[in-house]
Nanobody, 127 residues
Framework: QVQLVESGGGVVQAGDSLRLSCTIS????????MGWFRQTPGEEQEREFV???????????LYGDSVKGRFTVSRDIAKNTVYMQMDSLKPENTAVYYC?????????????????WGQGTQVTVSS
């Protein structure tokens, strides 16, 4: 079993920054990657890929097109924690941000690659 706990969400103004954290516990040795998705209000909205990073080995991160250059995903293996630094936030970045993890040898850009998720953290950006 794996547990994920996110933190760091909040209400900010456009142009501000936030840093989200996701701490993993349990069977971390089986984890291949961790990533972030977001979901905007509305029952039919699908989760959008934001960024991902391998849990072991290379720390190169991947990003969704809409956040490239503004968001940075990083990890601290000693703390079993993945971070996402979000800069130059825009109102359209308002969403619930979910941290997830998967054990497949993959890059974590698809939602179906993930087998565990956190509870989500709300990010609200006002104009």
């Amino acid at each position: 079993q794996v547990q994920l706990v996110e933190s760091g969400g909040g209400v900010v103004q456009a142009g501000d920054s936030l840093r989200l954290s996701c701490t993993i516990s349990g069977q971390t040795a089986s984890r291949y990657f961790m990533g972030w998705f977001r979901q905007t209000p509305g029952e039919e909205q699908e989760r959008e890929f934001v960024g991902s990073i391998r849990f072991w080995g290379s720390d190169t991160a991947l990003y969704g097109d809409s956040v490239k250059g503004r968001f940075t995903v990083s990890r601290d293996i000693a703390k079993n924690t993945v971070y996402m630094q979000m800069d130059s936030l825009k109102p359209e970045n308002t969403a619930v941000y979910y941290c997830g993890t998967g054990s497949q040898i993959s890059i974590g850009v698809r939602e179906d690659e993930y087998d565990y998720w956190g509870q989500g953290t709300q990010v609200t950006v006002s104009s």
